[in-house]
Structure formats: structure tokens, C-alpha cells
């Protein structure tokens, strides 16, 4: 390791740098060590030598990232990746095309476990299972961004990059998806393109023009079937100024025993087993019982608040907080039997600041399923003044969950249990569930 060091007008001849790779780390790479400086090594696995090319980074970096090109001695988890499109400089959708699917999920226990070390200073082992689905891995994804290249190909972005790698297919996509037949169209340039099939095949495509140029082209002709809703920033009266097609904007979701709806691009799992099975690990982590209360943060379409809400009967409350206001006029119709939910539109760190309001009482149970980047030292912090007797805390970062679970430990919260699902295989995502309860 670190023979000569790396020098960018003086890389190798072959501009390829030999590494021996180390433990997996977030993001879908590993860790490797070139003359000291860390490398984050894409396409490659934990005990891999691979000569490798330097993508990011300069001697005296923090670090360089590289992707493998060349396999020296290979991992015995290692597969031929089944897309063509997946590897180095190519499409960036995948991490783990090349790792077997039972080892990409060990890939991704060990950057929870180490996320939760880290992060939270706690020592978890945890079990990433598979979901229901093709073992391959391939053919889950009901919900793709694409993105349309210069010439109005369909995409998507290589790694690190707003490059658009024109594909015919992805593999990853549901085969309804597929049959669209949206990648034989031209798109307007530089747009993205969202393509929905919901559980009882409806389909659905939203259509973002991303410039100027692209927002004056017509939208490709469709079949018959698939609904198209072009979002343009003068809103639906010039886009049908235009000519563009808008017709029903929604699409019709199942979990859970009750039926969904979710507007266009407005969040829902992309597995298709994710949502049923998510509910009912909320429902066995927080075991609600009639006439508790509840807050749901983070709530999109109400998915968990319609399964508390039931639980906890008319004489119990769930008080629900969404910031999209489409998804709340979706949750406001998919829960409408349920009067016990309390829908808030807004910020959950602003409506949780309240010192009024239904957000604002002492309440049994809380869920939350915030973005990315995680909830924050804020909120979780409002969650724990509101003495909960359980937290579940739905979260697709691990990184940004044990910051969370830190912020939670510190208000007198501790970690009860931990699960997590496979709901985005090929790719280094993961779902976890963390149970926390009050300390005494
Ligand atoms: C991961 S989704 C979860 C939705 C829902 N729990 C589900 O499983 O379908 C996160 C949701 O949080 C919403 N959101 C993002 N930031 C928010 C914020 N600061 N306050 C309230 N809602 C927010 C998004 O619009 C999105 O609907």
C-alpha cells in the first residue's frame, strides 16, 4: 500500500493507483489508504485489491474517492453486476451491483452498526432482512426519477455528478415501469422525469422541464393510460397553454388494510413491500392502545397515523405534521373516517415550538420519518420534552438516525431495539426502525 505517493501530474502511467481495500463505510464504498490519505473506493468490497482511479481529491485532501477498475485479487461475495449500465463512470443509481444480495445487506448491517458506534456511541448488532420481492434484487423500484440528457435522452445521473447516463433500461425498475416505454421518447432537455406505477398498475408520469429551452418543447406522447403532469413554474394554465396533457394527478396506494392516495411526485416507499411492513413494525414497537395519544411527524400521506388512528379509537388522538401541503390534501382525504387524526400543515421543528396547539401536548406514542437529513438536534429534542412513553423513529440515513438517537440518549432515551429492511437493494440505502424508550 502507498508505494509512491499520488501526485496528479504525476500519477502512474496507467493514472492507476493499487489499493488494498478496507471496511465498507455510508455511501456505497469502501475504505482504503494511499501513502496515509484515506481513498473511499467505489466497486469494490472489504478484502479486495484493485487498482483503482482517483476521481476527487488532491494530495493533502482530507481524502480521495477512486472507483475500482481493475480487480486483483476479487472478494468471494463478488458477482458479475447484471446491469450494463453499472460501474465505473457509468450510471451512479447502484452501489452494490457487484456484491451478491445477501452481502450487500451484510454491507449494510455493518454501516448501521458502525453508524450507531460512531454516531451514538452504542454497540448494536443489527439484521438487515430482505423483503419480499425477486431475490435478484432487480425489478422492486414502483417510483424512478429519470433525467433527460442534452439531446433528450432518458437517464440517470452517473455518481457525484449531473452527468445524465442515457439508459434504454434500468433494471431496477418495476417492469411496468418498463413497458412505459418512456426511454424511446425524447424529453425536453434537462428535465426530470418521474415514473409511477402504483399498486394496481396505474401509471403515472411528472414531468419537471428543467430550463428554459425544455419548458417551451412539447411533452412526449404517452399510451394511453398513463397520466402525465407536466410542473411548470407558471402552473397548470400555461401548461395547458401549451398543449401539454394534464390529466388525474394521482395514484392509488395499498398498506396497511387501507387504500392510499398520493399525488404526483408526493413521497411513498418505492418498494413495494415497504409500507405494509413498516406499519406493522410501528404497530409492534409502539403497541398503541385506545384512547392514547400520538404524534406522527413527518406524516406525508398519513400512512402512520391511519394505523395508530385506528388503533387508538375515537377516544384517543393522533396529531399528525406534514410541511407539503399536497400531501396533507391527500392525507385529509385518505383518513377521513378517522376524526381521532389531527392533520397540521407545517414545519415540524416550527409547529413543535408552539407553546400551543395539538402538537404541543404530553403524548404516548411518537413516530418520525423525516427526510434525509434526519430531524435534528431540535426536534429531537422537543420530541423527548414531551415525555412519550415510546419513540419510533423510521429513518432511511443511518448516519442522521444515530445523531438522533445521541440527541435522544442525552434527554434521558435509550435504545430499545432496532430493525432494518433491504428496501432499496443494489443500492447502499437502508430502512431502519429504532424503538426508544424512557430510561427509568
Ligand atoms: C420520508 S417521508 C415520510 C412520509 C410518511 N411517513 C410515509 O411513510 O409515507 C418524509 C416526509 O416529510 C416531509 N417533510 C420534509 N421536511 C419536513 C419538515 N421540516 N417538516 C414537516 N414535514 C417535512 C416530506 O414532505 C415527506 O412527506
Redesign the pocket.
Known amino acids: 500500500m502507498g508505494q509512491a505517493s499520488y501526485v496528479p501530474d504525476e500519477q502512474p502511467p496507467d493514472g492507476l493507483v493499487e489499493l488494498e481495500v478496507g471496511p465498507v463505510a455510508h455511501g456505497g464504498h469502501c475504505v482504503a489508504r494511499w501513502d496515509g490519505q484515506v481513498v473511499f473506493v467505489r466497486h469494490t468490497l472489504p478484502g479486495e485489491r484493485v487498482r483503482a482511479r482517483v476521481t476527487e481529491g488532491a494530495p493533502g485532501a482530507r481524502f480521495l474517492r477512486a472507483d475500482a477498475v481493475e480487480v486483483v485479487r476479487a472478494s468471494p461475495d463478488r458477482v458479475v453486476a447484471p446491469c450494463r449500465y453499472a460501474g465505473p463512470a457509468g450510471c451512479g443509481g447502484c452501489d452494490w451491483q457487484h456484491a451478491s444480495p445477501a452481502a450487500a445487506r451484510g454491507l449494510k448491517a455493518a454501516v448501521v452498526t458502525e453508524a450507531m458506534r460512531r454516531f451514538a456511541g452504542l454497540d448494536v448488532e443489527v439484521e438487515v432482512r430482505a423483503l419480499d420481492g425477486p431475490v435478484d434484487g432487480l425489478g422492486w423500484r414502483t417510483r424512478v426519477g429519470f433525467a433527460s440528457d442534452p439531446t433528450g435522452r432518458l437517464g440517470l445521473h452517473a455518481h457525484r455528478s449531473q452527468r445524465v447516463v442515457a439508459l434504454d433500461e434500468c433494471l431496477l425498475a418495476d417492469s411496468r415501469i418498463t413497458g412505459m416505454g418512456l426511454s424511446s421518447r425524447r424529453w425536453p432537455a434537462g428535465s426530470s422525469v418521474e415514473a409511477v406505477v402504483s399498486a394496481d398498475g396505474e401509471r403515472l408520469v411528472v414531468l419537471s422541464p428543467g430550463d428554459a429551452v425544455g419548458r417551451s418543447e412539447p411533452a412526449p406522447a404517452l399510451d394511453p393510460g398513463t397520466s402525465l403532469i407536466v410542473v411548470a413554474p407558471g402552473g397548470d394554465r400555461r401548461v395547458r397553454d401549451q398543449g401539454w396533457v394534464r390529466e388525474r394527478g394521482w395514484v392509488r396506494e395499498r398498506a396497511g388494510g387501507r387504500t392510499w392516495r398520493v399525488s404526483g411526485s408526493g ?3 418505492v418498494h413495494p413491500q415497504a ?1 405494509g411492513t ?1 406499519v406493522d413494525a410501528i404497530l409492534e414497537l409502539t403497541d398503541p392502545q385506545a384512547g392514547q395519544r400520538a404524534l406522527d411527524l ?4 398519513g ?2 397515523a391511519g394505523a395508530l388512528g385506528e388503533h387508538l379509537g375515537p377516544e384517543g388522538q393522533v396529531v399528525a ?4 401541503q399536497q ?1 396533507v390534501a391527500d392525507a385529509r382525504r385518505n383518513l377521513h373516517d378517522l376524526p381521532q387524526v389531527v392533520l397540521v400543515t407545517g ?3 416550527g409547529v413543535l415550538a408552539r407553546p400551543t396547539g395539538p402538537a404541543a401536548e404530553p403524548v404516548d406514542i411518537v413516530v418520525l ?3 434525509r437529513a434526519g430531524a435534528g438536534r431540535r426536534v429531537a429534542e422537543a420530541v423527548a420534552d414531551r415525555a412519550p412513553r415510546v419513540v419510533a423513529y423510521v429513518a ?1 440515513d443511518p448516519v442522521a438516525l444515530a445523531r438522533d438517537v445521541a440527541t435522544l440518549g442525552r434527554r434521558g432515551y435509550h435504545l430499545a431495539g432496532l430493525r432494518a429492511w433491504d428496501a432499496f437493494p443494489q443500492t447502499h440505502h437502508v430502512e431502519c426502525v429504532a424503538l426508544l424508550r424512557p430510561d427509568q
Do not use: K, M, N, T
Open positions: 413521497f411513498w416507499q409500507a413498516l413527518y406524516s406525508g400521506v400512512l402512520f405534521v406534514e410541511s407539503d400531501a414545519r415540524v421543528e420519518d423525516p427526510p432511511c
